[in-house]
């Protein structure tokens, strides 16, 4: 699943902090009260002291990032922008939830993945990043129709990071929500995360529940969600033209290195940086 790319901070490091605070202001950030349209797709009810940015806000939020342009991303966060989250969906169909997950086979299967992953990595002249287990187990709630985990990633310096990533299932595809902050902070956020999810709802039509006979159905099932979705199915098929996909995936950790760091660049030193909308 093509999640988000991996942020080239280097870029942005050089760049005078109280300008990326400015641009970052004069997004068209959409407070609280109110409710944040995900496409045609899904909706979220913005919570007090949250934030929202449509399709191309979040596309220039990221760039402001130094995330190369990417299109069909929304995106929360709190006012103080301690984290965010970003929501993309991939229309794959109808994801069939009776599938067992076994955490064990799933850990292996993505760190075999390590090595030839990390030669395209080294072709498209990232660095490498290695599996190195799980933060929060996947674990799939029925009710909700949620598909959540966290994997600890290793960069070639032995730093440790953690991608949390939620799915959520639909009738005609997944919604992906990414959670980008601190390790630091990691356990509080995931905490707040899930508070702002409980606000998200697929609109009359895309909910599960509404699936119906002549559906198109998902070539996977959770297990495969968790390996990468559609760029999984297809390096299963040989197609391996598709791992870049999964590259942006398993580049979750270089997201949680770009926060850290751009949160050390706005100097959170006796006060927060402002936060969007505030003036």
Known sequence: MCVLACFAFGVQAQRDPDQVIQELQKLAWQRAPGEGTIGAKAKIRIPAGYSFLDEPNTRRFLELMGNPPRDGHYLIAPANLDW???FSFEAVGYVKDDEKIDAAALLESLQKG???GNEERKRLGMAPIYTDGWHVPPHYDSNTKRLEWGMRLRD?????????????????GVMSA???????????????????LAGYQFVAGEQYAEFK??????EYGLAALVLGGGAAAAAKAGLFKSLGKFLWVIAGGALMVAW????????RKESSPPGPGQQ
């Open 114 to 116: 390590d090595a030839p």
């Open 156 to 172: 070639d310096k032995g730093g440790l990071h953690v991608n949390y990533t939620s799915r959520l299932l639909g009738r005609s």
């Open 260 to 267: 850290a760091l751009l949160k050390k660049l706005f100097g």
């Open 213 to 218: 006979s002549g559906d198109r159905i998902a």
């Open 84 to 86: 965010f989250a970003v």
């Open 178 to 196: 990414v959670l980008v902050t601190s390790p630091q902070t990691l356990n509080a956020d995931m905490k707040a995360f899930n508070g702002a």
